[in-house]
């Protein structure tokens, strides 16, 4: 078995702790969620897909794994997209694009090279509400296949802790 599909596996197993209860958050909020993913190329969206009731609030995902996309398509300014401002302009762009309240994005670099003048492992997450959006710096260790498995289970664990919060913030 390859390490994509080892990584992609792992993330499923972490995954699904952190999906429970997911699937009430969100309807008591009544909202629905998309993902925009670059360097997990889709994992997010594969493993909320399995989720419980995913039919029913999973809008769909933006895979922008190419620097030209995320200009393009997703409106982030020419320049650096291991971003804040990157992460945040995904996210945005992704809601408004897939009709979702919700939208996590995840920009950064997996590896195993540099890149922009991060090293492998850094990562921007931000998530984006009607409330608000919240953004955060991860610094992951690891090879690319790690680095990739742990974001996309950091990125869950923050879909899950901002939906769950009863003031939005």
Do not use: N
Request: some cysteine; hydrophobic content about 40%.
């Amino acid at each position: 078995m390859s390490d994509l599909h080892i990584a992609v596996e792992r993330t499923a197993e972490a995954a699904s702790t952190l999906l429970e209860g997911l699937d009430d958050l969100l309807r008591e909020r009544g909202w629905t969620l998309a993902t925009a993913e670059s360097l997990t190329g889709g994992t997010i969206a594969t493993v909320l897909t399995a989720g419980p009731g995913a039919g029913d609030w999973f809008r769909g995902s933006v895979v922008a794994y190419s620097a030209e996309v995320k200009f393009d398509l997703l409106g982030v300014p020419r320049g650096p997209v291991v971003t804040e401002e990157c992460a945040t302009i995904m996210a945005r762009s992704t809601a408004r694009l897939l009709g979702a309240d919700l939208c996590v994005a995840v920009t950064g670099v997996g590896g195993p090279e540099p890149d922009e003048g991060e090293e492998p492992g850094t990562v921007w997450l931000a998530v984006t509400t009607p409330d608000g959006v919240w953004t955060e710096k991860l610094v992951v260790e690891g090879d690319p296949a790690q680095v990739l498995t742990r974001t996309s289970a950091h990125a869950l664990a923050l879909v899950r802790q901002v939906a769950g919060r009863g003031d939005g913030g």
